[in-house]
């Protein structure tokens, strides 16, 4: 009786017309285009320092990890691993975490680094983009001692700007810490801004490569100091719909005598 009840059903359904046909069509190829907008979203050292001002998705979760290699000025090189979280906390609000292990935490330590300290971030995006305007967003962050060789917790405030100008996109970005513990030596208010532009690699219009590539000054670590200033380039591939690899060549070119003449960056990020 179960088995003649479907096949009834199933006689009395009706097969698509062409049109549903071609709305299914249309449904199965927008979905890679769809996934393909996290691509674009950079987030610091995803793989360069800059940002963008649109936040993940509402609930969409992104995972990452890379390993860094810094070789340095007179030797002393340093590495490690790097992870982060995001999540789509509400529309426009995302919320995440980062952390860095390095070699040499004590005197990485000196140059402003640290291993092990836990960044908490909420990134807000105040205005979307428009054929006019760019998009804005808000973002504030606390950084804990966690580390090894830390001191005090930090608290950093800024914004992010993103203006797209067909296959290519500018970004801006501006921050202020507040150092809750420092050395006599020390800056206690620390400033950096950034800006980068990232395209995609493939004349006809392909999204699985992006091309990045940026720079970024900040105020020395110590009072009277020379400002830092680190040039980046990178590229962002994707290895499945939600999957992309990325990675990052850059070089400061200003302060210390043990700066980083060459910092290669490789990771891997997934989107649930």
Known sequence: MVSRAGESVAARRPGLSPLGVLALAALFLAAPSARAQFLSNLEPERPIDVEDATPIPFRAVSAAVDWTYNFRKGGLNDQGPGFSILYGALRNLEVGAADRYVTRPGRNALRGISSGDLELHALYGVLSE???????????????PTGLDS?????????????????????GNFQWTRLGDRLPTERSNRLEGGLAIDFLASPEG???????????VRSSLVRNGDDVVT??????????????????????????????????????????
């Open 231 to 272: 040039i980046e380039a990178g590229a962002r591939q994707r290895i499945g719909i939600q999957t992309i690899l990325f990675g990052s060549l850059g070089s400061q070119v200003a302060d210390g005598s043990d700066r980083p003449r060459l910092r290669i960056r490789l990771g891997i990020s997934h989107v649930f």
């Open 151 to 171: 001191r005090g917790t930090d608290l950093e405030l800024g914004g992010a700007l993103t203006r797209s100008f067909n296959s290519i996109r500018l970004h």
């Open 130 to 144: 428009t054929e006019r305007y760019p998009a804005v967003a808000a973002r504030i962050g606390v950084v804990f």
């Open 206 to 216: 392909r999204t699985d490569t992006l091309l990045l590539a940026g720079v970024t």
